[in-house]
């Protein structure tokens, strides 16, 4: 079973790439912490990598000691390497985006946390409480 003492992550995208929004919620209550977009063209995974991103920082900045939980294996990996990896074609639709992407790797490059990062095993325990409820 997961542990609701967490944050929980989840990017929501209409089409790929389309239009993107990205949020974190308190896993125990449900609570927006946070929500950014939508980003009129983005992708899912581009997405999950900033919601990990901001909920990192977000933590860290609060002080707050509980892990972070996201659906996205994909966006677990581009974490650790410190990289979003997206083919994402940088233009002037998704300047904003690939700014915010920037900022995220920069913050991952110069910044340490002891935050576990877990996977959401959505088939055991259903959709992650971030969820857009899209599907």
């Given at each position: 079973m997961p542990n609701f003492e967490s944050l929980a992550v989840d990017a929501a995208c209409s089409g790929n790439p389309g239009l993107m929004e990205y949020r974190g919620v308190y896993a125990k209550t449900g609570e927006v912490i946070f929500h950014q977009g939508p980003f009129k063209e983005g992708t899912n995974n581009i997405g999950e990598f900033l919601a990990?991103?901001?909920?990192l920082a977000l933590l860290k900045q609060k002080a707050f000691d509980m892990p972070i939980y996201s659906d996205s294996a994909i966006a677990i990996s581009w974490v650790k390497q410190k990289k979003c990896k997206t083919k994402l074609p940088r233009d002037s639709k998704t300047?904003?985006?690939?700014?915010?992407i920037?900022?995220?790797e920069k913050?991952?490059?110069e910044n340490t946390y002891s935050t576990p990062i877990l996977k959401w095993e959505t088939r055991q325990w259903g959709e992650i409480p971030a969820d857009f409820g899209r599907k």
């Open positions: 990990l991103v901001h909920g300047e904003q985006l690939f700014l915010l920037e900022r995220a913050w991952l490059r």
